[in-house]
């Protein structure tokens, strides 16, 4: 198993940035592909990015992609959702998963093993 504490959220002005990031222990750190979901208040979860275990290859959400970017560092075993140009509509808890299954390409969140506790982020307009 892996365990993982999501921080970084916060409040932020539309148009700024944040750097979320995800403390990954347990087994080996590369065995996981890892991605970032969001929930917004009454809205189900929502996939957002993912990386696969080595970083080679990533994936968005449409409806992030050219302001975010998911890396990790697995020398510290360590994913990182940075994101730029934040809307209003961002505004979610965002919480970070990890798997083991052989893609990066689930969206859905049952599709995800391991998760985060979440951590909130807030886009005032």
């Known amino acids: 198993q892996v365990q993982l504490v999501d921080t970084g959220g916060g409040l932020v002005q539309a148009g700024g940035s944040l750097r979320l990031s995800c403390a990954a222990s347990?087994?080996?750190?590369?065995?996981?592909?890892m991605a970032w979901f969001r929930q917004a208040s009454g809205k189900e979860r929502e996939f957002v990015a993912a990386i696969t275990g080595s970083g080679g290859s990533t994936t968005y959400a449409d409806s992030v992609k050219g302001r975010f970017t998911i890396s990790r560092d697995n020398a510290k075993n360590a994913v990182y959702l940075q994101m730029n140009s934040l809307k209003p509509e961002d505004t979610a808890v965002y919480y970070c998963?990890?798997?083991?299954?052989?893609?990066?390409?689930?969206?859905?969140?049952?599709?995800?093993?391991?998760w985060g506790q979440g951590t909130r982020v807030t886009v005032s307009s």
């Open positions: 347990g087994r080996t750190f590369t065995n996981y592909h």
């Open positions: 998963a990890a798997t083991i299954r052989p893609s990066i390409y689930y969206t859905a969140r049952n599709q995800w093993d391991y």
